[in-house]
């Protein structure tokens, strides 16, 4: 089965500042989808980006862009000029048929 | 607006019961999936389904089983609950879509049971 892993439980990070969350995942296939999503206090999920794997130009959503690097199974999300309303788990996915996700990267942001 | 209904937000139940937990999603997605969510331990597959009647094994099958009669309605079933059962069950559903199909379809999720088995 396919893996994801997000080593960072937990993150911080001053408001105004940029943030990056890393995420890896394990894969025998060449096709394929991967995502970020953003968990509020609310508990509901909330897409905040997604990158094809035949895309080779990273994918970006206003203060929101990926670094994915295929060959190192690497995608990785940064949050430029983070607000407190980014405050959130979030998590890395990835997709063939079904979805994956990792277990999550807490991020707090300071005042 | 669409939306992927849970039945309940939060749910009692004492060991050994039979617990049905529904999700009903109104997009006419062919694909349902349920989750549980443990804090550390992230979203875990339990089953999914892309089609009426058809249901494939996720990562933790096990003490699970699914029923999908009608296309907008995904039953989880607790045949025996267990107090390692309890947890944040989150439902989700989207379009069909395969690797090669130019499809980057999201999840659309409900908004989760928090069960408790005492």
């Known amino acids: 089965a396919q893996t994801v892993t997000q080593s960072q439980p937990e993150m911080s990070v001053q408001e105004a500042e940029t943030v990056t969350l890393s995420c890896t995942y394990d894969?025998?296939?060449?096709?394929?989808?991967l995502f970020w999503y953003k968990q509020p206090p609310s508990r509901q999920m909330i897409l905040v980006i997604r990158?094809?794997?035949?895309?080779?130009q990273n994918a970006t959503e206003n203060r929101f862009s990926v670094n994915f690097q295929k060959a190192a199974k690497s995608f990785s999300l940064k949050i430029s000029d983070s607000q407190l309303g980014d405050a959130a788990m979030y998590f890395c996915?990835?997709?063939?048929?079904?979805?994956?996700f990792g277990a999550g990267t807490r991020l707090t942001v300071k005042p | 607006d669409v939306k992927v209904t849970q039945s309940s937000r939060y749910l009692v139940k004492r060991t050994g019961e039979k617990v049905f937990l529904e999700c009903v999603q109104d997009?006419?997605?062919?694909?349902m999936f349920w989750y549980r969510q443990d804090p550390g331990l992230g979203l875990r597959l339990i089953y999914f389904s892309y089609d009426v009647k058809m249901k494939e094994k996720g990562d933790i099958p096990e003490g699970y089983s699914v029923s999908r009669e009608k296309k907008e309605r995904f039953s989880l079933i607790l045949e025996s609950a267990s107090t390692n059962q309890t947890s944040m069950y989150l439902c989700a559903s989207n379009r069909a879509g395969w690797t090669g199909t130019s499809t980057n379809e999201k999840l659309f999720f409900g908004s989760g049971t928090q069960l408790s088995v005492l």
């Open positions: 894969t025998s296939e060449s096709d394929y989808y």
């Open positions: 996915a990835y997709r063939t048929n079904d979805m994956r």
């Open positions: 990158q094809e794997a035949y895309k080779q």
């Open positions: 997009m006419d997605h062919e694909n």
